[in-house]
């Protein structure tokens, strides 16, 4: 069964500082695995995603994730935090399965990191 | 493409009400998803549609929860005879027929059960 685990439930940064935010996976199959950001009382914005495509994918804001299959790792940088930065963020793999009518895709978050950034 | 819309944004409701909670999502998408999360958790699946057909129910999902999304398109989900643990934000999300699409989610209902 897949799953996801975050290390880490508080990351605190200064303001220009590098970000590591680290995403360990578990799947059986080659999975699919996607960094969500998430402000207060908001949904899930996609920030990036690893398709079986290249092993380093960019997202939006100068997020990045390397997929490491040797250390079962997603772990998502930025080179320099912002302010606007601070919020919490979500791995999650794709769960896939055959079933009647179809193939399901859901997605299985881990349980969050929250990121500070100190002026 | 206006996203995901979901309706009402906030609920207020009293235990043993029933409350019922709208998705609307991006039109060309065939796959629909309901997520509960908690405070300080990631969201967990409910519920998934492809077109009308409800495929997949978590075993999170009671008998006091149900969904439909008639015609293939907005979806609602209804908790009946609420209780304060079902307190939490409802999120939706829809997707194109593969997942590697990726998932848009919508802004979420957050339900408080007093």
């Known amino acids: 069964a897949q799953s996801v685990t975050q290390l880490g439930s508080h990351v605190s940064v200064s303001e220009g500082a590098l970000v590591l935010l680290r995403c360990n996976y578990s799947s059986s199959v080659p999975p699919y695995l996607f960094w969500y950001v998430q402000y207060p009382n908001q949904g899930l914005q996609l920030l990036l995603k690893?398709?079986?495509?290249?092993?380093l994918v960019k997202g939006i804001n100068d997020f990045e994730a390397e997929f490491k299959k040797s250390e079962t790792s997603f772990h998502l940088t930025k080179p320099s935090a912002h302010m606007s930065d601070a919020a919490e963020y979500f791995c999650?793999?794709?769960?896939?399965?055959?079933?009647?009518?179809?193939?399901?895709?859901?997605?299985?978050f881990g349980t969050g990191t929250l990121l500070a950034v100190q002026p | 493409d206006t996203g995901v819309s979901q309706n009402p944004r906030h609920k207020i409701t009293k235990r043993g009400q029933n409350v019922t909670f709208r998705c609307d999502p991006i039109s060309e998408h065939n796959r629909l998803y309901w997520y509960r999360q908690t405070l300080g958790q990631g969201p967990e699946f409910l519920t998934y549609?492809?077109?009308?057909?409800?495929?997949?129910k978590s075993r999170l999902l009671s008998d006091r929860f149900s969904a439909e999304r008639p015609k293939g398109s907005f979806s609602t989900l209804e908790i009946q005879r609420t209780e304060q643990g079902d307190s939490a934000m409802y999120l939706c999300?829809?997707?194109?027929?593969?997942?590697?699409?990726?998932?848009?989610f919508g802004s979420g209902t957050r339900l408080t059960v007093v």
């Open positions: 549609f492809q077109n009308e057909a409800q495929l997949e």
């Open positions: 999650a793999v794709s769960y896939s399965e055959t079933r009647r009518g179809g193939a399901t895709n859901k997605l299985i």
């Open positions: 690893y398709t079986s495509a290249a092993t």
């Open positions: 999300a829809s997707s194109l027929a593969a997942g590697t699409y990726g998932y848009t």
